[in-house]
């Protein structure tokens, strides 16, 4: 591991800035994408004093709403009508669209908040928020907080208690271990919750 940390310290800071930008911006995309991992390198190099934590936090903070915002925005504008067609009811009809607007306006801001805590399960929340028109403050605040708190702790812990690289990436992959069982199960329950109201 100190190879690989030999290797980032001799890039300029712009790049490892921009690399934990877009990892951390594309993660609303493509939900798979390691951008905890990236933030915690940035946050462990800001500890050794090559980066400035702050500066990762806010690269992290604005990538990682401003595509959120993006994906519920384009979500919210062009959604509905992508699953008009038959292959979009086929994979989203109207009726389960109606379902996933129903709990968005019963759990509304806090669920979206506590779902974008979760990996994974972080990468869809805004899409379907959009597609279930969710009013942009509602869906928008959360989406703020949850990315401020989840990178603010993540960044803080590690800046404050990182001597020790692979203990703390082992650290986080249990913590989002333990956070991906959690969001598949409560994607399993959402499944067979609207499988059951379907039937009906």
Do not use: C
């Amino acid at each position: 591991m100190s190879e690989l940390v030999s290797l980032l310290e001799s890039l300029p800071p712009g790049l490892l800035y921009g690399a934990i930008a877009a990892l951390a911006g594309l993660e609303n995309v493509i939900p798979p994408l390691p951008a905890d991992t990236a933030v915690a390198l940035g946050a462990f190099l800001a500890g050794r004093g090559f980066l400035d934590a702050w500066a990762v936090f806010g690269t992290t903070w604005a990538a990682n709403v401003g595509s959120g915002a993006a994906v519920y925005l384009l979500a919210r504008r062009y959604g509905r009508p992508a699953f008009r067609g038959k292959l979009g009811q086929r994979l989203l009809s109207e009726r389960t669209i109606g379902h996933i607007e129903r709990e968005y306006e019963r759990h509304g801001g806090y669920g979206i908040f506590v779902s974008r805590l979760l990996p994974v399960w972080r990468g869809v929340v805004m899409p379907f928020a959009g597609l279930a028109g969710v009013s942009a403050p509602r869906a928008l605040v959360p989406l703020l907080l949850a990315s401020a708190v989840w990178y603010g702790l993540l960044i803080y812990v590690v800046v404050t208690l990182g001597a020790n690289l692979d203990a703390l990436l082992a650290l986080l992959r249990r913590v989002n271990h333990v956070l991906g069982v959690a969001a598949l199960a409560a994607a399993v329950a959402l499944a067979l919750w609207i499988w059951r109201r379907l039937k009906r």
